[in-house]
Structure formats: structure tokens, C-alpha cells
């Protein structure tokens, strides 16, 4: 007689056998065709169906190559009365050497305090209002409200601070030139004064030493605070000085982009946001049933931050490897210096995306491009493809096709 452990074992294997015969009938299984096998043994059916070109690759799919993909969802968030912060460096996406991200919100009044880091900050505004200030090296200071669209860059060892704005405040992606980099890393002011003697400080400053009984005991990150006054005229401080040479503020959505049938493009660098020397930037948009065209860039890796929509890309990496992920909002993408890479809309809305790199300016390469600009004999000779369809090709780069 079986036993009551080896009956429930039995019983489990029909139920998951069950299951996987319905799950491969419903295109949830690793088959394709001949190929693969249902699962039997424990998974995760929501995980896999938010990534079915890694449980189904392509059969262009071939060889080993680094995961590139990394969902904030999956970031530990650090909250804080004011607000809360979430980041992706390469601790949680090894690739990602060269840049790192951190998705931040702050509540109305809400302050990421007085602060200041090794690395250039570059950010971009998803959604609300809030008020940005620095302090450049030479005294020459900076204030300015910024809202959904806008991108702020503070350079490297540049002290400055966010405070989110009335309407429930703002969230915002940031971006530092480091993967490495870490919001624990930061240098604030809270902090520093807490760990400098206070006869020191109030040498340094000129004060009494009793004005500084008040002082934080530990850094605060993130705190709640009065809203500043609603003009940004009645906030500003006069500066001897002047402000600063070069704005640290760029309108990104409010510039023309590059339109095409399929989309648009929009890029920030540094010959139309000259102050933002460690970050070059392009904010994608692709329409249902379209792509990024297939390209590369010569100069720099890419980090990818998906804000809307859903999407796949393969990534070409030479050697005859190739491999497809599957993106959707709040995930990090990452590709190579001049790995080939399409990414395509798979969903029914448009697919919205930042490409950011570790350069003064944005480049790619178009395939088509460059099949259209060289001889169009050389390029049949290669590819068995009809000449009247080379002639065919536009000379111009269409980002989104």
C-alpha cells in the first residue's frame, strides 16, 4: 500500500502533469514546434509570461551572452517620510559598468536634501513638478521648476537639491555616468555637519556655537518640508556673481523631434545642452506594430530605462551570438558599444524609452543606411538580395521604422 507522503507525491506529479499539458496548449511552455519540452517541476507563470522571448527564444537566438535586463520592481526601495528612492547599478545588472539609475519620488514638499556626488547627475522628470538648485564651482548659483518631460544636469561634485512641488509633488529617473554608483554614496550636507566638530563649523560659518544645538545627528535623505514659496522670483537668492554660465535645465519634450511613420526621436547632447559633457541622451517613441531600427553606436554603451508600453530586443553580439529580451515600464536595458540591437513595440500603445550613454554626444548606426550608401553590387554580392531592392532603400536614417 502506498504511503500518505508517497500518495500526496503522486498526486502533485498528476496535477502538475495536468497543468503543463494546458500551459503548452495556451503557449506558456518552452515548445516551440518539435523543440523543447513542457515544464514539470515548480515555475513561475507570471514571471514567464512578462518574458516570453527568454522562455521561447527566437530560433535567431544562439550562444551565451549576459542577461540585459533588470526590473526596477524587483529594487529595494528606501522610504522615507518624504518620499522614497529605488536604484539599478551593477550590483543588480553586472553589464550595466558604465551607468546607473535611480527612480526617485517626492511628495509635495517632499526634499532630497542639500547633496552632492563624484559623479555628473542627469535626470529626466516622469511625472509632477519640482524645484531644482545649485551652486557651481566659480559661486554662481541656479534655481528652476521643472516638470514632466524635463531633464536637469548637475555636473560632477556640484552641490544641488530637489523638492517636489504642490499637485503631489513629482518622480523622476536619475542617471550617473557610474555603474558603480549608489545613492548611499552621496555626499550631504546633513551628514557633514554631523560628523565635523561644532566649534569648527561655527568658526567656519561665523555663528555662535549654540545656533548649531539644532543641527541633525545623521543624514536625512529624503525629508518633509515646508513647500517653497510659490513664484520662483520669490524663492531665488541674489547672487553677487550672477547665475550660472550655462543652464542646467533642457525642455527635452518641447524640442522638434525626428518623425518618421513609426514614431519619434528626440535627442539631448551636447550640442543643444551644452553643460551635459558625461551624458548624452535620446527619448524614443514607437508606435504599435513598429521598431527602433536595427543600429549600434561606435562611441558607448546604452542604458535603457522603459517608461511606457512593452517591447522585445535582440541584441547581435558577433561570434554568432545572439539573444531577445522582453521589456515593459520600469525596466532597465543594456547594450554593449557596438553590439547590433532592434527594439520593437509588441504591445497595443506606444512604447516610450530613454537611451542614455556615457558620451558628450549621441551616435548610432543605421544598418539600412549603410547598405544604401555602399556600392550596390558589393552589398548583393554579399546578401543574394535583389538590387532593385538596394535601389530601393532610403539614404536618409529613419530611427523608427
Known sequence: MDSPNRQALL????????????????????VIGNKG??????????????????????STDRGSLPNLRFSSADSHVKMREGGWSREVT????????????????????????????????????LAGNARVTAV????????????????????????????GLPGDGCEFLLAF?????????????????????RNVLAKNLGVNVKALDGIPKEERFIFQ????????????VSDPLGAVPLDMVFRLTQQPPHQSSGGNVRIADTRNFPISTDVAAALVEVNPGHMRELHWHPNADEWQYYISGKGRMTVFAAEARARTFDYQAGDVGYVPMSMSHFIENTGSEPLRLLELFKSPRFMDVSLAQWMALTPHELVAAHLNIDRDILNRLRKDKQPVV
Open 177 to 197: 555616468p557610474d555603474g558603480e554608483f549608489s545613492e548611499d554614496s552621496t555626499f550631504a550636507i546633513t551628514d557633514l555637519f554631523a560628523h565635523n566638530d
Open 90 to 125: 551593477q550590483r543588480e545588472l553586472p553589464i550595466s559598468t558604465t551607468m546607473a539609475g535611480v527612480n526617485m519620488r517626492l511628495k509635495s514638499g517632499g526634499v532630497r536634501e542639500l547633496h552632492w556626488h563624484k559623479q555628473a547627475e542627469w535626470a529626466f522628470m
Open 37 to 58: 519540452a513542457p515544464m514539470l517541476g515548480p515555475r513561475n507563470p507570471v514571471r514567464e509570461q512578462e518574458n516570453p522571448d527568454v522562455l521561447r527564444p527566437p
Open 11 to 30: 498526486a502533485a506529479a498528476a496535477a502538475l502533469g495536468a497543468t503543463a499539458a494546458a500551459s503548452a496548449q495556451d503557449g506558456n511552455e518552452p
Open 136 to 163: 557651481d564651482n566659480d559661486g554662481h548659483n541656479f534655481i528652476a521648476d521643472v516638470g514632466a518631460g524635463d531633464l536637469w544636469y548637475f555636473p560632477s561634485g556640484i552641490p544641488h537639491s530637489i523638492q
Open 225 to 236: 518640508a515646508e513647500l517653497p514659496p510659490p513664484r520662483l522670483e520669490a524663492d531665488a
